[in-house]
């Protein structure tokens, strides 16, 4: 009889011990950190800056240079590979003059636009124009793995809308074996928007990108028409 009561109760133990595992099984298994889908909430882009449609007689020089910083939210489209993404950030372009200065200043005298001129006689060995903007990026996205949007191939294209923060123009050079800066700040002459089209293209978090500016950075009767692009690298993530 004890037998028997013995072999009952270790059949009912692997019984309920199946049932449980089973049941776990079931349950929703709850994603870790490593597991959930990259949203690219952060992109850091570094690029290559310069001016289309330069008249001759501006002349860049250099390696103009950019960097941006943008945190984004990432709204899924239903079910599939595409998503909407907005956000916030600042880009900044750095712009390098060969042999030339900006008449930049500020100071309330009457003068109708920013006039580049020849810098021999200020002798600069750098001379740039530097512009820094708040920025709303807005983007649809395509990822070709979207469990893990740090994995795989993916694309966007977009629009950056920016206000210009500030701007300034920078002149280094020599005197008497001293390094001395010039620096004029000024929005004056610049458009107070800026509007770009954007790409990006790549694989994980790693990505070619590019902006094309569709208005022109001086205002109409200010300056010459020059419309700014950028060509680089985007890291995004999170």
Not at 41 to 67: C, E, H
Not at 109 to 120: K, M, P, R, Y
Request: proline share 3%; charged share 20%.
């Amino acid at each position: 009889m004890h037998k028997h009561l013995l072999v009952f109760a270790v059949i009912l133990f692997l019984f309920q011990t199946s049932s449980k595992a089973q049941n776990v099984d079931l349950l929703p298994k709850k994603k870790t950190s490593i597991s959930k889908p990259s949203r690219d909430f952060l992109m850091v882009q570094l690029t290559y800056d310069n001016w289309a449609n330069k008249p001759d007689s501006i002349q860049t020089t250099g390696l103009g240079r950019g960097l941006g910083i943008y945190l984004c939210y990432d709204w899924p489209i239903n079910n599939s590979n595409f998503s909407f993404a907005s956000g916030v950030g600042i880009g900044s372009s750095n712009i390098f003059l060969k042999n030339q200065v900006v008449s930049f200043e500020d100071t309330g005298a009457i003068a109708s636009q920013a006039i580049f001129g020849d810098d021999t006689a200020a002798g600069y060995k750098k001379y740039k124009l530097a512009t820094a903007y708040f920025e709303a990026p807005f983007e649809l996205r395509y990822f070709s793995n979207k469990e893990n949007r740090n994995s795989g191939f993916k694309a966007a294209i977009g629009l950056r809308v920016g206000t210009l923060l500030s701007a300034h123009t920078k002149g280094v050079y020599t005197i008497d074996g001293n390094k001395t800066i010039d620096k004029v700040e000024s929005k004056r002459y610049l458009e107070k928007w800026r509007f770009a089209a954007t790409f990006r293209v790549g694989y994980g978090n790693f990505s070619l990108m590019g902006t094309y500016n569709l208005n022109s950075l001086f205002k109409a009767t200010n300056g010459p028409q020059v419309t700014p692009y950028s060509i680089g690298i985007c890291i995004s993530g999170l």
